[in-house]
């Protein structure tokens, strides 16, 4: 059984930084295609960045690009979001997504491509 728990989360002035972390566990890490989430309140989820099984490949969100950084650590199993120059708009419940990948560069932006989520963590950037 494949289970997903995200940390890291917490109150932080605009402009600070945070990691999120996202453990997996229940299959081999390297299989998985592995993405964030964030939905404030009041709005859908959104997509915030995703990586490829391979780390080679990554994407993010418009919103986040050149302020967040996406990565993971094969040996622990983790899935990091780095995320810097935070700002009050980043306020939101992050959500870890994990999904099986047949190919090894495959990214996922849309949340119905996945199909392991986390509880969330919440993040609130105070201004």
């Known amino acids: 059984q494949v289970q997903v728990v995200e940390s890291g989360g917490g109150l932080v002035q605009a402009g600070g930084s945070l990691r999120l972390s996202c453990a997996v566990s229940?299959?081999?890490?390297?299989?998985?295609?592995m993405g964030w989430f964030r939905q404030a309140p009041g709005k859908e989820r959104e997509f915030v960045a995703t990586i490829s099984r391979s780390g080679r490949t990554t994407s993010y969100a418009d919103s986040v690009k050149g302020r967040f950084t996406i990565s993971g650590d094969k040996t622990k199993k983790t899935l990091y979001l780095q995320m810097n120059s935070l700002k009050p708009e980043d306020t939101a419940v992050y959500y870890c997504?994990?999904?099986?990948?047949?190919?090894?560069?495959?990214?996922?932006?849309?949340?119905?491509?996945?199909?392991?989520w986390g509880s969330g963590t919440q993040v609130t950037v105070s201004s």
């Open positions: 229940g299959r081999t890490f390297s299989t998985f295609v």
């Open positions: 997504a994990a999904d099986v990948a047949i190919y090894s560069d495959t990214v996922y932006s849309r949340a119905g491509e996945y199909e392991y």
